[in-house]
DNA sequence: AAAAAGTCTG
DNA sequence: CAGACTTTTT
């Protein structure tokens, strides 16, 4: 039996669709400890890895350790019929071949349940090595997601280049190329809109625009973000969800002097 | 001679944007009460009344009974050409093949004429008798726009059961099942934020979603919407048009236990 | 890919 | 209030 209440149903309804777009389907993974779900993206060259603490429930119940499989696209679906400020229920039996979201509006006027098929889904469960990373990077995360939109204009690629001067990102296209370098800045208002650039040596890697612009769906949920960087590394975009656990997606870098393989 | 002033323009606005995806010509029936309109839909599935009495027009002159044939599509693009606070008049000659829709801005800075050539419509007057319905329930028209909107992501029709709890929307689709209840509710701040529900006997009909989509689009009209249901009966959805009449839509319910035939 | 809805700005 | 634009939906 697994039952699990969340007050604020907007949470679930923005990660479904920050990553419906690049995981098609994926094992839900509940435990006495959270609500987790890690998965590679269809074509398998990112990761995508969901952490939902279960003390960020109003209630989680989780008898023993479940693992649900669920089409994203038709989870999307259902939960884009909830109001942003629904509470959202998650219920399934043991052995239940189904899901059932409940939402209740504020009011307790309106209560709608949408009950979905489970499905199976072989998945490789990877291990993610803490590592250490050689640069982290924190902005805004509307910021982060201007400069990949903005640089996917003009080439596919990007390469992130981090100095004690800042961040730099820049590509090349047909049309031209394109610099876009963010300083440390810690004075203002209200710390989410800090840049702040933890380094412990230069690392400067290349990655494909194209998974970028996909992680950026993830904006809404933060209003910063972290990007953890190693030479030889994945790259980490890390979107942290407000006292429940993060957003996490990998992404391996391109070899630098290679042609694009796509 | 025919000349009808409206001042609240708008209103006429909205009507057509209501109405013309669902019926592409129709005759206004012009008389000393009002101006009025029934129409079946393009399919014959469902059916359109518009009533606007003549008292809610400032001016309202109408020398005999007619009835003016138009396209609805053409009259609507004519409208849409009135801004939302023109003074709106109608005008036709006895006999004449014409209508003619004067704007006046506010101001009276702006006065437009479109002429419309008039049509020769065939129309079955249906008599449509007052019945008595086994519930009738009220609540604000976004809310059942969200409803249908919402159900039809996950299935085709709906079944609409009304008992003593409130007001249940439920479908199957190939991806799950939904149900959405609503229960009575009268403490709000504003009245037209309330659900009524009016209950002779329990009901449970089920529709088309299509339809009922379409007839959504009257939400602009009024925030609240009267739903009416008899057993074998159909089903009429009513938006009130303040101090003038309203517009109803009448959709026949589809036969339990029958496939689609789509 | 086209249409419709919503949002934003002038 | 309207036009344009962006975003979403079919």
């Not at 499989?69 to 909830?82: E, F």
């Not at 933060?222 to 992404?251: C, H, N, Q």
Request: hydrophobic share 40%; proline share 3%.
């Amino acid at each position: 039996m697994l039952e699990l209440r969340l007050v604020q149903g907007s949470l679930l309804k923005k990660v479904l669709d920050a990553i419906k777009d690049l995981v098609t389907d994926a094992n839900f993974d509940c435990s006495s400890t959270g609500f987790s779900l890690q998965a590679m993206d269809s074509s398998h060259v990112a990761l995508v890895a969901l952490l939902l603490r279960s003390d960020g429930f109003e209630h989680f119940r989780c008898d023993r350790s479940v693992s649900v499989g669920m089409n994203l696209n038709n989870m999307a679906k259902m939960l884009k019929c909830a109001s942003n400020d629904d509470i959202i229920t998650i219920k399934s039996d043991d052995g239940g071949d189904a899901v059932t979201f409940m939402f209740e509006s504020p009011n307790q006027d309106k209560i709608s349940d949408f009950e979905m098929k489970l499905m199976d889904i072989d998945s490789e469960h990877l291990g993610i090595p803490e590592a250490e990373y050689h640069a982290i990077v924190k902005m805004p995360s509307s910021e982060f997601a201007t400069i990949c939109k903005d640089l996917s204009t003009i080439g596919d690629t990007v390469m992130i280049s981090v100095t004690k001067e800042g961040v730099r990102f820049s590509t090349k296209g047909d049309i031209g190329s394109a610099n876009i370098v963010c300083r440390q800045n810690t004075s203002v208002d209200k710390p989410e809109e800090a840049t702040i650039i933890e380094m412990q040596e230069p690392v400067s890697l290349t990655f494909a625009l194209r998974y970028l612009n996909s992680f950026t769906k993830a904006t809404p949920l933060s209003s910063s973000v972290t990007i953890s960087l190693s030479s030889e590394l994945p790259v980490v975009v890390e979107y942290k969800i407000a006292d429940m656990g993060y957003l996490r997606f990998y992404l391996a870098p391109k070899i630098e002097d290679e042609g694009d393989e796509s």
